[in-house]
C-alpha cells in the first residue's frame, strides 16, 4: 500500500522529527501512521490509528500539528503521492503543499 499524503515535523534544537502518513486500508478504512525519533539515536516509536472518513484524519493531522507547532516542531514538508490504484474517497494528491487539504476532491478511475 502506497501513502496518499506524507507529512514531516523536526526540531532543530532538539534533532528529533515526528511524520504521519495517510493511507486507506484494505478494509477501506483511512489509516494514519505515527512515527517519531532522533536524527542521531535510536529512539522512536510509532502508532496507527484508523478513521471512517478523510475529514476525521485531517482533523487529528491538524490536532497533532497544533501540538507540534506548540512544542517548538516545524512542519518541514507535506507530501502528496499519487497511488497505482486510488481507492474510493481518495483524494486528489494534486494541490498547495502549504496547507492542510480539508476538502479533498475524490479521484474517478475506471479500473475495468
Known amino acids: 500500500m502506497e501513502y496518499i499524503r506524507k507529512w514531516r515535523w523536526h526540531h532543530e534544537l532538539k534533532d ?3 511524520t504521519a502518513a495517510a493511507e ?3 478494509f477501506g478504512r483511512w489509516t494514519l501512521l505515527d512515527s517519531w525519533g532522533g536524527r542521531h539515536n535510536r529512539l522512536g516509536g510509532g502508532k ?4 471512517d472518513s478523510w475529514k ?3 482533523r487529528a493531522v491538524d490536532a497533532l500539528n497544533r501540538q507540534r507547532v506548540k512544542r517548538g516542531y ?3 514538508t ?4 499519487r497511488t497505482t490504484i486510488a481507492p474510493h474517497g481518495a483524494p486528489n494528491p494534486g494541490g ?12 474517478h478511475r475506471n479500473c475495468g
Open 24 to 26: 486507506v486500508d484494505l
Open 78 to 81: 507535506m507530501q502528496p503521492r
Open 96 to 107: 498547495s503543499p502549504s496547507a492542510l487539504p480539508s476538502n479533498p476532491e475524490i479521484i
Open 56 to 58: 476525521a484524519l485531517v
Open 16 to 18: 528529533r522529527y515526528y
Open 48 to 51: 496507527t490509528e484508523t478513521y
Open 74 to 76: 516545524v512542519l518541514s
